[in-house]
């Protein structure tokens, strides 16, 4: 081949470009309606990450104080978490509430004699129901974790924050 085969125009040269940049617009343009259009099946594989705690049998209307962890992936790190829920029965329902206090994040514990959970810290108080009593540091209920009951096994997903 001779040297003016190789050569590249000025013209081919601007077209090379303006596609490869155009193209890098457009992916840059497009990666956001992809991700909008595959979210629910993403946060449908969420909602099913549920972790079995306990049997249903386990439990009374008073809430238990139950220790789990699962291994979980974010991106390229796996690690091992550790929660503490309180769980109980009201009525046909199944409550799993977080352990972790809604002002600064001080574990709470359930004072049986009271009915309502006390935290060490400020003196933060909370109904049974997770609900905070007024006029204290915490300002909102306690959170919340999806709770999934089937065959008798009660497993516990994605805390919530309640309103
Ligand atoms: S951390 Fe619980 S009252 Fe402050």
Known sequence: MSEKEHKVSRRQFLTYTL????GFMAA??????????????LKASAQSDM????DLDDLTDEPQ??????????????SEVQHEAYIFRQGDEVIALSSSCTHLGCTVAYQEDQG?????????????DGNNLPNLPPQRPLDRFDVL?????VSVGQVNQQT
């Not at 840059?28 to 099946?41: E, I, N, T």
């Not at 009951?149 to 096994?153: A, H, I, N, P, S």
């Open 28 to 41: 840059g343009a497009l990666m956001p309606m992809v991700r909008f259009a595959l979210d629910p099946a």
């Open 51 to 54: 972790h079995y705690v306990c």
């Open 19 to 22: 596609t490869g940049v155009g």
């Open 65 to 78: 104080r139950f220790v789990f962890s699962y291994d979980q992936v974010d991106a390229w790190y796996e």
């Open 116 to 128: 309502e959970f006390s935290c060490p810290c400020h003196g933060g108080r909370f109904e049974k």
């Open 149 to 153: 009951v089937e065959d008798g096994r």
